[in-house]
């Protein structure tokens, strides 16, 4: 089967740093999405990576390890702005859709 | 630039009433279209996706529809709708890999 796994919450501090983990099983892989999502609001592509290693974008990076099925996205000097949801997306293999982890609600705290 | 547009933002509707969403996509050609359905604090649930016009893969049976008549127009149907249709419809659309899918602004249904 097919399946991707985030922690369903997680709270952090405003200014600290916090790393959201997300594990797959999938038939093959052609890429690991991130996205953010506000309350209400559509989701907002923060990230991709297809091969292992750290891809970094300002305050945000994401990490792969494909042979581990392994990414996280770590986020640093987090903002109030930051809360939302965190969604995990695989790509399979000759395949135009994305199989999506259920997110990971992150709580900034003042 | 590419834009997506969808609309309406909110709709209520009572059950057994017919639906339809509208997505329409500027800025590119022959692109990947998906509709996705997220219930109130859940995961995205692929309902539709189409590679081109007329072409339409359901993923979820239900008594839900979608048509592409035009290359960069996607609709979401229902005949009757049912109290568990509820919930935020996205629309999406991708061309290449790299920049995975971009969602329209969302349709949040109620049905009553």
């Known amino acids: 089967g097919q ?18 983990n997300c594990t797959y ?5 052609n890429g690991l999405f ?7 609001e559509a989701p907002t592509f923060l990230s991709y990576n297809v091969l292992d290693g750290l891809e970094e974008k300002g305050r945000f990076s994401s990490f792969l390890s494909r042979s581990k099925g392994y990414s996280y996205l770590l986020l640093k000097e987090l903002q109030m702005k ?3 949801s965190y969604l995990c997306a ?21 | 630039s ?10 209520v509707q009572p059950v057994g009433s017919p ?39 359901s993923e979820v049976p239900q008594n839900l529809s979608a ?16 109290l568990s249709d509820s919930g935020f419809y996205l629309c999406a659309w991708s061309v290449s890999s790299r920049n995975g899918y971009t969602f329209g602004s969302g349709t949040r249904l109620t049905v009553v």
């Open chain 2, 67 to 82: 048509s592409r008549p035009q290359d960069r127009q996607f609709i979401l149907s229902s005949k009757k709708l049912l």
């Open chain 1, 90 to 110: 695989v790509r399979p293999p000759s395949n135009y859709q994305l199989i999506w982890g259920a997110g990971t609600k992150l709580i900034i705290k003042p």
């Open chain 2, 19 to 57: 639906l339809s969403l509208e997505c329409t996509v500027e800025g590119t050609s022959n692109p990947n279209l998906y509709w996705y359905r997220q219930a109130a604090g859940r995961g995205l649930q692929l309902l539709f996706y189409s590679v081109g016009i007329g072409q339409i893969s």
């Open chain 1, 34 to 40: 991130w996205y953010q999502q506000h309350a209400g």
């Open chain 1, 3 to 20: 399946n991707i796994d985030q922690p369903t919450e997680m709270t952090a501090t405003e200014g600290a740093i916090v790393q959201i």
């Open chain 1, 25 to 29: 099983q999938t038939s093959g892989f």
């Open chain 1, 82 to 84: 930051d809360s939302a």
């Open chain 2, 2 to 11: 590419q834009t997506i547009h969808q609309w309406p933002a909110t709709l």
